[in-house]
């Protein structure tokens, strides 16, 4: 009979003044949309929540203000406020976010959401932005018109995830 020793994998210290996993994961939890998000499944993919967390942390400056397109379940709005951005404009299509977008906002932590299409929303948005974050639909085309939407309203565009080859 062999014995297998089982690690136990921990969440990553993203440190991070107030952020809570607990927060994060009741936030991921309130949402019924079914797709993935920043800090889902913390014990096996820390070291790239990791990752993408310190490219986070070392594009957002203090007292920016930023624009978020695909707010899912809020972790990249709660993640930015937390790294110190003045305010935060989400923007989200999926009615079926709100559960988690209201807990969020239940938080005061200066962000803004607009439910809608951000094709629409977004070029009758004022500005400006500091950073705008696009990780709203996945295909190319969506993301380069959310990109383009994006243009003289903000300094830096960072894009999330996208299907190159739609």
């Known amino acids: 009979m062999m014995c297998r020793f ?8 993203l440190k991070i003044d ?3 996993w607990d927060f994060a994961q009741s936030l991921k939890e309130a949402s019924a949309y079914g797709e993935g998000s920043l800090l889902s499944n913390p014990q096996g993919r820390a070291s790239a929540i990791t990752a993408q967390v310190n490219f986070i942390r070392a594009n957002i400056r203090e007292n920016d203000r930023v624009l978020e397109i695909g707010t899912n379940c809020g972790h990249f709005a709660y993640l930015a406020s937390l ?13 079926e976010c709100a559960p988690a977008i209201e807990m969020l ?42 990109m383009q939407n994006c243009c003289g309203k903000t300094r830096l565009i960072l894009v999330d995830d ?5």
Not at 6 to 13: E, G, N, T, V
Not at 121 to 133: E, Q, R, Y
Not at 162 to 166: L, P, R
Request: aromatic fraction near 6%.
């Open 83 to 95: 790294l110190g951005a003045a305010s935060i404009v989400t923007i989200e299509l999926r009615a």
């Open 105 to 146: 906002l239940a938080k005061d932590l200066g962000i803004t959401s607009i439910i809608g299409d951000s094709a629409q929303v977004l070029p009758k948005l004022s500005g400006p932005f500091d950073i705008a974050w696009v990780d709203g639909d996945h295909s190319m085309q969506s993301a380069l018109t959310d």
């Open 162 to 166: 996208y299907d190159i080859c739609s």
């Open 6 to 13: 089982l690690r136990k994998r921990k969440k990553p210290d």
């Open 18 to 20: 107030g952020f809570s």
